[in-house]
């Protein structure tokens, strides 16, 4: 990793609880109480109640085996060795998996609260080569060519900054919605559904040489999870009342879940 301010290179301070720059004036980056290294020029992102409904979501295993495809495609073209960064991490359910198969791992997200739920689980669960912190995907505290691979999974694409902190022969693993992810609850709100469109910020300058399909048939169970769900999704935000009330009246949803995973290489 690099400073924040003057991207002179971090050490680790020797009581472990900071990072200090190696420049001239030695900035100093704190490790929160939870365990996540806070930087500054990064705020905002995902609120706590967010987080904790993904959080709630996810660790039930509704989407765990589109995760293991993800760990599956890295696994096939990252080596055990390598150093990867989760680019947009959220709470870490990704990275957590993803770090299991790797020497190194660090998530970055702007929430402070998604950091946080993070880095609480890597100490509970003694994840030692997992580390989390606040950044923009957009500037990455990162050094130039130091890192073999970068996930990007449901957050921008900031295709600059990843070629910027890859390795030459790194990679890019970028995952978003397939066509018929979450179909099904598309088709519990509106009257009229598409198929989802290939996301417009796909990588255009590196090389593109591999696209996984992971595409399976979820039950999601209770009205707080079916509710968890859709407020992960760009719907919750563009979704009439009327339209509310109809995932309101469900006890359980059926729908397809579909991820893309597109590689690229530097």
Known sequence: MRCAVCSESLVMSEDGKSALCCGPRRHCFDFSKDGYLSLPMSSGGDSKSAVDARKSFLEKGYYEPCARAIVDAMSKYVS?????????????YYTSMLAKHVSGAIGFDLSKFACAVGAKRAKREGEENLLYSTASVFELPVKDNSTDAVVNIFAPC????????????????????????????KRAIYDDVYENGERADLPKNLEHIDKIVSRHEIAVDGQDDIAALFSMTPYYWRTSESDREK?????SLETTIEFEINIYRK
Request: charged share 25%.
């Open 80 to 92: 055990s060795d390598a150093t990867v960064i989760d680019a947009g991490c959220g709470e870490g």
């Open 247 to 251: 995932l309101k009246a469900l006890s």
């Open 158 to 185: 900031a295709e600059e900054e990843y070629a910027r902190v890859l390795k030459g022969g790194g990679y890019l693993f970028v995952v978003g919605a397939g066509k018929e992810h979450l179909m099904g609850l």
